[in-house]
């Protein structure tokens, strides 16, 4: 079973549909125990950074996060969480990967929304027969991570500049991107992230 951790910040029901349309059986859930027992873990995220650690906070999921030791995926919001700091609501974050978020560059269009391609630069279990394509898969957001080094870049999107789009430590991965709202390709890559957790 995979766990979809619920912290009233998550686009939740798009992601259980995008498994559901893979056949993989997953919860919506805030119980800790079921989250650190599943055989993975999707972090979805919408919303604000300021408001939703505060409801990790108050619901001791920071903590099961950080002691999460099967396949993790961080999306969007998500993946901004994993750092250590957003400038969004000036925010602590979870201090998983080493990094800070910052708002895009007033001189673009935000939030970047739409479809964008992504370009792998490092390996991932994740990208596995899309990695050659450079594809494209959906974005909306207004911050992007800015990780400490570049051993945890797996991909980056052109905007203006090149972000961040795609990171990963250990078993913790995330993507700026949606994979559930990005259409074949996306459902590729949450096939992998599947296979990864033995599914």
Known sequence: MIAIIDYKAGNVASVKNAFNRLGVECLITSDHETILSAQGVIFPGQGRAGTAMKELKRSGIDTAIKNITRPFLGICLGMQLLADFSQEDDTECLSIIKGKCQKLPSVLKTPHL????????????????????????????????????????VGKT??????????????????????????????????????????
């Open 114 to 153: 739409g479809w964008n391609k992504v370009e792998f630069v490092g390996n991932s279990p994740l990208i596995e027969g899309i990695r050659a394509n450079s594809p494209y898969f959906y974005f909306v957001h207004s911050y992007y991570f800015s990780p400490l080094n570049n051993d945890c870049l």
């Open 158 to 199: 052109p905007y203006g500049f090149d972000f961040a789009s795609m990171v990963q430590k250990d078993n913790f991965f995330a993507t700026q991107f949606h994979p559930e709202k990005s259409g074949k390709i996306g459902e590729t890559l949450l096939s992998n992230f599947c296979k990864l957790c033995g599914r």
